[in-house]
């Protein structure tokens, strides 16, 4: 694990401070990569779980419930705020890493969703799947998660009902 970039207060939306943890498997490192480059220019302070290349361009190859449940103890610690999730589909490591408490892992192959989830159900997981969504696509859909809120009232008492 390693630091990629400081967050600058002035320049991180929702005007604070937000470290987001990327976690991948072997099937989403080129596509955790170029979010990871997005996210930082958009001011994110960006916290790299791999999987990554390793020095000879070799896939250090790993279980995307290992890396679900890693990055999920990230989450549920406060070692990062939220967590981006990538693996071929997505559905794999969010599974993974909704087995751990206080995860909310919603996998969203469009904005729309993406966008509700965070609103409604307070997700701070978001995934998807490197063999589902492109490059673009995927900056998309976590525009739409970053830029909404959580709506809390009566979204709050539901999602104590999932925390129960
Ligand atoms: C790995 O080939 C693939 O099974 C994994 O990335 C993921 O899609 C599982 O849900």
Request: glycine share 10%; charged share 25%.
């Amino acid at each position: 694990m390693y630091k990629v970039a400081d967050c600058s207060l002035s320049t991180c939306p929702n005007g604070g401070f937000m470290k987001v943890g990327f976690g991948c498997d072997h099937a989403a490192i080129d596509l955790k990569n170029e979010l990871i480059k997005y996210m930082t220019e958009k001011g994110y302070e960006c916290v790299d779980y791999g999987t990554n290349y390793d020095e000879n361009g070799e896939i250090i190859k790993c279980d995307y419930p290992d890396k679900g449940h890693e990055v999920g103890r990230a989450v549920a610690n406060g070692d990062v705020d939220y967590a981006v999730l990538m693996c071929g589909t997505g559905i794999g490591i969010s599974m993974a890493a909704n087995k751990i408490k206080g995860v909310r892992a919603a996998v969203c192959s469009e904005p729309y969703s993406a966008m509700m989830t965070k609103k409604h159900n307070d997700s701070n997981i978001i995934a998807f799947g490197a063999r589902v969504v492109g490059d673009e696509l995927a900056k998309m859909i976590l525009d739409a998660f970053f830029d909404a809120e959580f709506e809390g009232g009566r979204h709050k008492r539901r999602v104590d009902l999932i925390e129960d």
